[in-house]
């Protein structure tokens, strides 16, 4: 097989390329180890930033999101029962969407499918090759037989374990990593969310968010030490710790219900330099993670598939090569701004085993002065409803 962008990973970031390359008349295959029934089970992110919006609408997939997606202009924060509201679009005049991931990507694989896009799911042993001379390519097994794919570029999109990272060699690859010491404990419930916006709280007993997917699905999430057991949690444990660190107000008026998805994932802070490496491109969980506090790791993902896929279309239109060589420098930029705000976020937020007295005081000082400060807020806003794409800063 043969094709001009071969993507690794059909995950959002995967088939956002793929979609948006075919609009513009660049060719792809798209791989996948998954089956798609699998990659669409998966409960993840909640919260698109605007700009990720509007990649969307140019990739003609927004259809659904703007019929079905719910705009917020602001959120919660609380602490120790007492809560305020950051409002983006006082100081930023920007709001963000809440759609789900699951949903993002059931409306990609509609649009890849009806414009005939290539897509191989349930690959195994993908191999990346050759990627610093002209011709590489890409080897794996489908039902069992060998198969090779000649590209000219390969676009590594397989999330955080896939192998495309570690297909850049050792000597150039520089890894930055911290990985916090607890977990996110989060529940899928067929109940009406607590609040028409977003809460995150900071508690004695530990963080605790209630987020939602549509007017009858909600998702919370409490803090839970690092080596939680997921068994150790069943319902009612759950709804009881959630009550305990949300403010009263909420507590009193939350639904409960018999949980449809209970997972638990662990808090990461990771970044993988250069993100590109002869003809092979990261885009996404692929070459960094941040802790879920900001709501960041998908519209991350989504900013870089926009670099991308500006700096390929400029290099097919015109053979202009200055995108696709200022791609790692011009993304690494905004990947580690969102990094910062997602650890601070998180630091803010979190109750650490470690926390010793001052540090319990500078977190009180934190949201405090946050709560006071239209300056505080006014960057916590700016950053929530994500920063601008090409800034020189
Ligand atoms: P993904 O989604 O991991 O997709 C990678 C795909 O690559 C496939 N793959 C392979 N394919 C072929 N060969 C191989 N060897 C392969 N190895 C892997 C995988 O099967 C998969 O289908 O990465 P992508 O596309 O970069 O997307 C990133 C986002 O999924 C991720 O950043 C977000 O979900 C993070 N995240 C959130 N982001 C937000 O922007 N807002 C949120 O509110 C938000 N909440 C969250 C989150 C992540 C969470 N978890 C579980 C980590 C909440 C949670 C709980
Ligand atoms: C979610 O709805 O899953 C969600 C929302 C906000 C976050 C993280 C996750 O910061």
Known sequence: MRTQVCIIGGGPSGLLLSQLLHRAGIDTIVLERRSRAHVLGRIRAGVLEWGSVELLEEAGVAQRMFAE???????????????????????????????????????LYKARDAMQGQILHEVEGVALHDLD????????????????????????????????????PESVRREYERVYPFGWLGVLS?????????IYANHARGFALCSMRSENLSRYYVQTPADADLSAWDDDRFWDELRRRIPEDAADRLVTGPSIEKSIAQLRSFVSEPMRWGRLFLVGDAAHIVPPTGAKGLNLAFGDVRYLSDALRAYYDSGE????????????????????????????????????AFDQRMQEAELEYLEGSPAAQAS??????????????
């Open 133 to 168: 001379g002209r011709a590489p390519f890409v080897t794996f097994t489908r039902e069992g037989r060998e198969e090779r794919i000649d590209c000219e570029f390969i676009a590594g999109c397989d999330g955080f374990h896939g192998p495309s990272r570690k297909a850049i």
């Open 321 to 356: 090569a200055a995108g696709i060589d200022g791609y790692s420098e011009t993304a690494l930029k905004r990947v580690w701004k969102s990094e910062r705000f997602s650890w601070q976020l998180t630091t803010m937020l979190h109750r650490f085993p470690e926390q010793s």
């Open 380 to 393: 916590l806003a700016e950053n929530y409803v994500g920063l601008p794409f090409y800034s020189r800063g």
């Open 69 to 107: 997606g719910k705009p917020h202009g602001g959120t919660y924060l609380a602490a120790q029962n007492r809560g305020f509201r950051i409002d983006f679009e006082r100081h930023t005049g920007r709001r963000v969407m809440v759609f789900g991931q699951t949903e993002v990507t059931a409306e």
């Open 190 to 198: 067929e109940t009406p969310p607590v609040s028409e916006e977003l």
